[in-house]
Nanobody, 123 residues
């Protein structure tokens, strides 16, 4: 069992930066791939980024590539999402999740989810 708690969201102007954190409890954190997803009002939850257990492999949605960076600190049981050059279209609730198998891009490939943290980007 893994419990996830996201933090770091807030209100920021376009072009600004935020760093999200996802703190995990549970003994298996350091051995699992983690992902970040987001969900805007009226839209489906969508993949943002994922990182392998060692941090050696990362994947990004095209919409955030070059602006967002996913990282992790297994000693702290935490995964991060550094978001730079934020745009109004990045406004959403951001969730972290534990990958259980299958494509990294699909919601159904993840089982444990946090409660989410709101990111709002003003123009």
């Amino acid at each position: 069992q893994v419990q996830l708690v996201e933090s770091g969201g807030g209100l920021v102007q376009a072009g600004g930066s935020l760093r999200l954190s996802c703190a995990a409890s549970g003994r298996t954190f350091s051995s699992v791939t983690m992902g970040w997803f987001r969900q805007a009002p009226g839209k489906e939850r969508e993949f943002v980024a994922s990182i392998s257990w060692s941090g050696s492999m990362t994947f990004y949605a095209d919409s955030v590539k070059g602006r967002f960076t996913i990282s992790r600190d297994n000693a702290k049981n935490t995964v991060y999402l550094q978001m730079n050059s934020l745009k109004p279209e990045d406004t959403a609730v951001y969730y972290c999740a534990v990958h259980r198998g299958g494509s990294y891009y699909y919601v159904r490939s993840y089982d444990y989810w946090g409660q989410g943290t709101q990111v709002t980007v003003s123009s």
